[in-house]
């Protein structure tokens, strides 16, 4: 069995919030954020928005571009380092669908990678059998973890939600198309590299709490820990993905059989305009040839994959057939790229 992209959609938060906005919390300025990364603009999620409504607004366009029922989903995957419950929000989502025969949901956890494990997590089940139709969504939040006093970091990232539909090829269609869309993957990640970028798990003790250490009640957790802002050596990470993703990409279309002459469209985690174009020229990809949304959204982490794909199909851009190279990189440290047909 094999399977290809069928339906694609995507949903962004009400508020944004400029370079210039931003210069009046930190000390930063637009020339500085748009010269260093390429982002003008970004979308936060406001405190009534929430992230599983906007993940489910993103999977429901692109099932009605599949032209697919809720009820012929047979799993969700929600990817995604920032749900709105600790056990996972994919569930909420099947069910804010109207799921009704209760498919299989959960959540991925991958950072910026998440959207490119979910792909290949989706190709593998309906591979393996059972499975006819796989939303995967990329949606985050990293607003909600973003320490608005660091200016390192603070410009960089923005809130989106964006979904794909896999769905089975049977072998009647294999006949006629004669290709799987997801020829190849290459993914990989390193823990010994999380101190560059993480927000680690923080326990609430009081000072009262921490006094009644050496009984039983003071060696137990209080049950509210809560999660640390992102912490971030920008330098290293710029570093780590400009040599990780070209080879990595190098590898996936090695596998494919395949040179960088056929790829049609490089579609990259946008995390920093200059890391795409790094990546691009050392892969030796004309510039008219990567797709870029970073000026508009900033790093949507898990959500950036699909929102670009979203606009660059709607678009009008990439069309039926056209090949695309797709790399994700980020915390974990984690990696990966993908060569699929859209
Ligand atoms: N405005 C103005 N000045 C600033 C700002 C700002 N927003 N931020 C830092 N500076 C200053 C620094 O203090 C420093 O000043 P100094 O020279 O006086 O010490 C100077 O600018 C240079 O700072 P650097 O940190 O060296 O700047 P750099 O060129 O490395 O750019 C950046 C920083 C944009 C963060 C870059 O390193 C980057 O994009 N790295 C990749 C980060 C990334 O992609 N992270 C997400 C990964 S995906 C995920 O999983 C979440």
Same mark, same amino acid.
């Given at each position: 069995k094999g399977c290809k992209l069928v339906g694609c959609g995507s949903a962004l938060p009400s508020i944004q919030i400029s370079n210039d906005n931003l210069s009046e919390i930190v000390d930063t300025n637009d020339e500085w954020i748009s010269v260093r990364t390429g982002i003008r603009n970004r979308r936060i999620l406001s405190r009534k928005e929430s992230l599983t409504a906007m993940a489910?607004? $993103?999977?429901?366009?692109?099932?009605?571009?599949?032209?697919?029922?809720?009820?012929?989903?047979?799993?969700?995957?929600?990817?995604?380092?920032?749900?709105?419950?600790?056990?996972?929000?994919?569930?909420?989502?099947?069910?804010?669908?109207?799921?009704?025969?209760?498919?299989?949901?959960?959540?991925?956890?991958?950072?910026?990678?998440?959207?490119?494990?979910?792909?290949?997590? $989706?190709?593998?089940?309906?591979?393996?059998?059972?499975?006819?139709?796989?939303?995967?969504?990329? $949606?985050?939040?990293?607003?909600?973890?973003?320490?608005?006093?660091?200016?390192?970091?603070?410009?960089?990232?923005?809130?989106?939600?964006?979904?794909?539909?896999?769905?089975?090829?049977?072998?009647?269609?294999?006949?006629l198309i004669e290709e799987d869309g997801l020829f190849a993957f290459d993914m990989h990640s390193d823990g010994e590299g999380q101190r560059h970028l993480k927000a680690g798990m923080k326990e609430n003790n009081t000072d009262q709490e921490l006094a009644t250490n050496g009984s039983l009640l003071g060696l137990l957790p209080k049950g509210s820990s809560s999660y640390s802002c992102i912490e971030m050596n920008g330098k290293e990470v710029f570093r780590f993905a400009v040599r990780v993703v070209p080879h990595?990409?190098?590898?996936?279309?090695?596998?494919?059989?395949?040179?960088?002459?056929?790829?049609?469209?490089?579609?990259?985690?946008? $995390?920093?305009?200059?890391?795409?174009?790094?990546?691009?020229?050392?892969?030796?990809?004309?510039?008219?040839?990567?797709?870029?949304?970073?000026?508009?959204?900033g790093n949507t982490s898990a959500a950036s994959i699909p929102l670009a794909l979203d606009e660059a199909v709607r678009s009008g851009k990439v069309q039926a057939g056209d090949t695309i190279a797709t790399a994700g990189f980020g915390a974990g440290l984690t990696w990966g790229s993908a060569i699929v047909r859209w």
């Open positions: 489910t607004e $993103a999977a429901q366009k692109a099932l009605q571009m599949a032209k697919v029922e809720p009820n012929d989903v047979d799993l969700v995957l929600l990817c995604t380092s920032t749900p709105e419950d600790l056990f996972g929000s994919a569930p909420q989502i099947q069910k804010a669908l109207g799921c009704s025969h209760n498919p299989l949901a959960y959540d991925i956890t991958a950072a910026c990678s998440g959207f490119l494990l979910g792909l290949v997590s $989706a190709a593998c089940y309906i591979r393996g059998g059972g499975f006819n139709n796989v939303l995967v969504i990329g $949606a985050d939040a990293l607003s909600r973890y973003v320490d608005w006093t660091d200016r390192g970091s603070c410009i960089l990232f923005g809130d989106a939600a964006g979904a794909v539909l896999l769905q089975v090829i049977t072998p009647f269609h294999i006949f990595s990409i190098e590898l996936a279309l090695e596998k494919a059989g395949l040179g960088v002459s056929s790829i049609d469209w490089l579609i990259l985690h946008q $995390a920093n305009q200059r890391i795409i174009d790094a990546v691009a020229t050392r892969l030796e990809v004309p510039q008219e040839r990567v797709i870029s949304n970073l000026a508009n959204y």
